[in-house]
């Protein structure tokens, strides 16, 4: 089986990866804010002093445009060639599964956190790609076939 097969196959099992990283970190950073909450604040297992809510909102919204920008990359990054289209359709995708998560959670922050992060990585690797492809405006191909901005 040649290389670049094996790199499109493991796009899937690397963006179910980059997934997890992205939550255990959420959940640590979670862990780490909780252990601030006096022990009396706690109760049932939930911190209720004011500053843990928003703290709470925040990670998440962390951990979420961390998922984004984790499986963008990853998948560009195992991606053996059409690294832009690959780019647009997982920010596509990501993006439709957001949006499911957020009508079905209500967490409308880490949507938008998840779609930043992601059109950011997206049209990073967009940029990349037009700046450097051989049809790129701003390179010119000699006559010997070297390429020069």
């Known amino acids: 089986m040649k290389l670049a097969t094996l790199r499109w196959m ?4 690397a963006i ?20 601030f909450c006096p022990p009396e604040a706690m109760i049932s297992g ?3 002093v004011r500053w843990y809510a928003p703290t709470e ?16 990359g990853i998948s560009v990054w195992l991606a053996p ?19 499911y998560f957020a009508v079905q959670t209500g967490l409308w922050l880490c949507f938008g956190t998840a779609a930043a992060a992601a059109v950011a990585t997206c049209w990073r690797v ?4 037009s700046r450097f492809s051989p049809t790129s405006s701003s390179h010119q191909t000699t006559s010997s ?5």
């Open 10 to 13: 493991a796009i899937a099992p």
């Open 16 to 35: 179910l990866l980059a997934w997890v990283a992205a939550f255990a970190i959420g959940i640590r950073l979670l862990d780490v804010a909780r252990r």
């Open 46 to 48: 939930t911190c209720t």
């Open 57 to 72: 909102m925040a990670i998440m919204a962390l951990s979420t445009a961390l998922a984004a920008l984790f499986i963008v």
């Open 81 to 99: 060639s059409h690294r832009a289209l690959v780019a647009k359709l997982v920010t596509a995708g990501g993006i439709a599964y957001a949006i």
């Open 126 to 129: 967009v940029l990349n790609e």
């Open 145 to 149: 076939g070297e390429s020069r901005p």
